[in-house]
């Protein structure tokens, strides 16, 4: 039986994953199946078991099912248990094991494509969902100096803060205490918040002086935010283009014990407007 690996999600048609990977497998001569799988989330256990016994071999998990794949998971990694979620997915004998690239995939854009130093810096993370849970340990582990997380719904971001574990180096504070945070030196905005053409309302003040933002969305979803960050003079600004072609190479690495070359993968991809449109 030859080897499959797919992409899975709800809805997923019209996933950058496929491609990304089909790019990877060239650089090594490699043929690869990887096809987007929809799984509405009642389904996904079946899906994926009848995937197993298809021969395959691994998968990259998006929207709305990286929780439920945690679930699925008969042994799951520090990085994923740590982000209450799995976006990765290998097969192990007769059993998945999940991990979690996101956060490791953010810091490898921002640290090696971009050759920005996070050491230190003051970070405002908007949003405490799965994106924000994936990447919140990596920041951490990459030396933010402090962490403040603001969610809509606040009892979330509290959850995510008393996971990491670190109460002097991470804060919470609500949506409402914004003008009052003073300036970062990095932005995240890993809400979904511009999905659908909607913003958010943040005061510049958080604008610090060697500020940088980062959208964890991309194409229309990644305007609204990053169209904010320019109008509050922060000159580095970045999508998350770059965050998911990371992510993907780690999962490839994972899969098929090579790390591709992302930077012409990257390009690729950025000059496509259709690249810009949906995860
Ligand atoms: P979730 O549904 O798990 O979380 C959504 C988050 O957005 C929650 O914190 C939610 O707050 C917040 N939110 C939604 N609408 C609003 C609003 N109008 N105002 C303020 N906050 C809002 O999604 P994910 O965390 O998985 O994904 C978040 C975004 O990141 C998505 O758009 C996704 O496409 C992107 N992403 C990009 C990746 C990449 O590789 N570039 C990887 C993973 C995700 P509340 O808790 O109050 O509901």
Redesign the pocket.
């Given at each position: 039986m030859s080897h499959r690996y797919a992409v899975f999600g709800h809805p997923v048609a019209h996933s950058l994953s496929p491609r990304i990977h089909a790019a990877f497998a060239a650089q090594f001569g490699m043929a690869l199946e990887f096809v987007a799988m929809d799984a509405p989330p009642d389904q996904f256990g079946q899906v994926l078991a009848r995937f197993a016994a298809t021969g395959g071999r691994g998968a990259s998990v998006?929207?709305?099912l990286?929780e439920l794949a945690l679930d699925l998971c008969a042994e799951v990694s520090a990085r994923a248990r740590r982000a209450g979620a799995v976006?990765t997915l290998l097969r192990h004998g007769d059993a998945w094991q999940g991990d979690n690239t996101?956060g490791i995939?953010l810091v490898h854009d921002l640290a090696e494509r971009r050759r920005l130093d996070l050491r230190g810096r003051r970070v405002l993370l908007?949003?405490?969902?799965?994106?924000?849970?994936?990447v919140a340990p990596a920041l951490l582990d990459a030396g933010v100096g402090e962490l403040w997380i603001v969610?809509?719904?606040p009892e979330?971001a509290d959850t995510l803060a008393d996971a990491l574990g670190e109460p002097g180096r991470v804060h919470t504070r609500y949506w409402s205490d914004l003008a009052q945070l003073g300036g970062f030196d990095m932005l995240v905005n890993?809400?979904?918040?511009?999905?659908g053409g909607?913003g958010?309302d943040l005061p510049f003040s958080l604008a610090g002086n060697r500020a940088l933002a980062v959208d964890?969305?991309?194409g229309e979803?990644a305007v609204s935010f990053l169209a904010w960050a320019g109008a509050a003079g922060i000159q580095h600004r970045f999508d998350?283009?770059g965050?998911?072609v990371e992510?993907a190479a780690e999962a490839f690495a994972l899969w098929h014990g090579k790390r591709p070359d992302t930077d012409e993968v990257y390009e690729a991809l950025s000059s496509r407007a259709d690249a810009l449109q949906t995860?």
């Open positions: 998006t929207l709305p990286k976006n996101d995939g908007l949003g405490a969902g799965g994106a924000a849970r994936g969610n809509r719904t979330k890993a809400t979904s918040a511009g999905r909607g958010l964890l969305n991309y979803a998350g283009l965050m998911l992510q995860a």
